[in-house]
């Protein structure tokens, strides 16, 4: 362990990245700035080609900030999983999505765990970073490890450090957000603090594994829960006159007890309307039931369709179906200024538009194809002849790029889920809130 913190402290320790997405790149290009050696590692041939020649495919990183520790000698992109071999640690950032009957899909991880026991040894740190459920790292990840005779917090360290990077987020970063770290043995969250210490500023260490994966399942669960929570309130306001949106910020101006969220067409990306589903299976085989985790997923669940309730009630009101009018949806990632699709709720309530025969034009500045929507027509750009010809735009990702503005002088019915034209609305009939 000695050397291994010495090669640390030195940055002369080569540091591999498992699956470098979202999680792993930034992860990546953090490591090689700070002036390790970093060998990234992904099974998809195509991002590993861009990345060598230098190209980013994640919003955050800037492909000069790549361009830049190529140049340095200080990263290189592989398919090849034999470049394990090299690393002293080594970060798994592999996904975690659901099977089809929402249980954890965790075949990511063992793959890339075999890898690493493949080439595993004396002095390395393996680090899980993919969320998970408790017990992940230590019932699946360490027997596998263990296999050929190493001994974990003897011959190598093992830990989970949950990631909890924010997409879009410019504020709150890999560095300033401080990072959790849990090993199976003291040894490995030493091991583990000293690897992260060095690329972000304040690492808060806990008592094991399984505290650890806990940690970021609680964080979600807190964000699907409350998000369940406003949505339900935001119908409970409708039905009651009473503008939600008003009432959150009310709420917020007091200084303690409460804190904001804000409802909207419902969850998405890789994490909130997966990670807690982790939680809540593992539960299950204890015999327990998550109740706040399926009550809030159920009601997220439901808002594409509230949505779309929403757009046939406005439809209606202009004595319109649905069937046969042209909507207009703005923004498809799945929140503002990214270009993340995955679990999208755009993409459920396209879908609901759709099977009722409306003709649906989507826009995203930073989205360029919806995969399994090739029919559907893209909008290139949002021009007053496309608002003006839509029967009803839907404001479905508030984008800081749009200009709420032209959009509300432009189209004829708007149904703003994110309320988005607050500033500019105010007062106009044909503006439908959530
Ligand atoms: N996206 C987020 O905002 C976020 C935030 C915090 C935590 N997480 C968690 O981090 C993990 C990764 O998420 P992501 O968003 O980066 O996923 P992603 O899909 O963007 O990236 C994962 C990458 O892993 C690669 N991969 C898959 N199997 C592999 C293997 N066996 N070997 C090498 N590469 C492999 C894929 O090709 C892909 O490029 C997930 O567990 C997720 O829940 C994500």
Known sequence: MEQFLKKIEDRAACVAVIGLGYVGLPLAVEFAKAGFRVIGIDVDA????????????????????LQKIIADGRFVATTALSFLAEADACCICVPTPLGKTKDPDVSFILQAARAVKSSLRRGQLIVLESTTYPGTTRELVLPMLEEDGLKVGVDFGLAFSPERIDPGNSTYGLKNTPRVVGGITPACTQMAVALYSQIVARVMPVS???????????????????IGLVNEIAIMCDRLGINVWEVVEAASTKPYGFIPFYPGPGLGGHCIPVDPHYLSWKLRTLNYRARFI???????????????????????RAKKSVNGSSVLILGVAYKRDIDDVRESPALDI?????????????????????????????AAAVTSE????ADCVVITTDHSTYDWEAIVKDANLIVDSRNATRQVGLGRHKIVPL
């Open 386 to 389: 496309l608002l003006s010809q």
């Open 46 to 65: 195509v991002r590993v080609g861009r990345l060598k020649r230098g190209e980013s495919y994640i919003k955050d990183i800037p492909s000069v900030d």
């Open 294 to 316: 399926e009550l809030a997923g159920e009601i997220n669940a439901e808002m594409p369709e509230y949505v779309v309730g929403k757009i046939a009630d406005a439809l209606n």
């Open 350 to 378: 396209i879908k609901l538009l759709c099977n009722k025969g409306a003709e649906v034009t989507w826009h995203d500045p930073y989205v360029r194809e919806l995969k399994g929507m090739e029919s559907l027509t893209r």
């Open 208 to 226: 094991s594994v399984e505290a650890a994966e806990m940690t970021k399942l609680l964080e979600n669960t807190f964000r699907i829960v409350n």
